[in-house]
């Protein structure tokens, strides 16, 4: 069975740092484009961040650009999303999937159960 499985998230003040890990079993996460993706209390999934297959294309959110930087450790078979500067509206539930490049939820056919991460003072 394929598993996604994220870790990372936390309680962190607002302007504070978190590194999220998105890691796969049964899985080559080298041979999809990965997406993050975020869901705050009563607000629909919505795409933060996504790296292609070839690592030769990233893609970000207006509201993160500048602040996250997604990557992967194909040895480890691992993709990361580095997280600076943190809001409160970055609150919420982080999932990482395996799919096509896009930051539609859409065009992803494996999701892991997500990481809370809180933003607060």
């Known amino acids: 069975q394929v598993q996604l499985a994220e870790s990372g998230g936390g309680l962190v003040q607002p302007g504070g740092s978190l590194r999220l890990s998105c890691a796969a079993s049964r899985l080559t996460l080298d041979y999809y484009s990965i997406g993050w993706f975020r869901q705050a209390p009563g607000k629909e999934r919505e795409g933060v961040s996504s790296?292609?297959?070839?690592?030769?294309?990233?893609y970000y959110a207006e509201s993160v650009k500048g602040r996250f930087t997604i990557s992967r450790d194909n040895a480890k078979n691992t993709v990361f999303l580095q997280m600076n500067s943190l809001r409160p509206e970055g609150t919420g539930v982080y999932y990482c999937?395996?799919?096509?490049?896009?930051?539609?939820?859409?065009?992803?056919?494996?999701w892991g159960q997500g990481t809370q991460v809180t933003v607060s003072s």
């Open positions: 790296i292609s297959s070839s690592d030769d294309y990233t």
């Open positions: 999937a395996a799919g096509r490049f896009s930051l539609s939820p859409n065009f992803y056919n494996y």
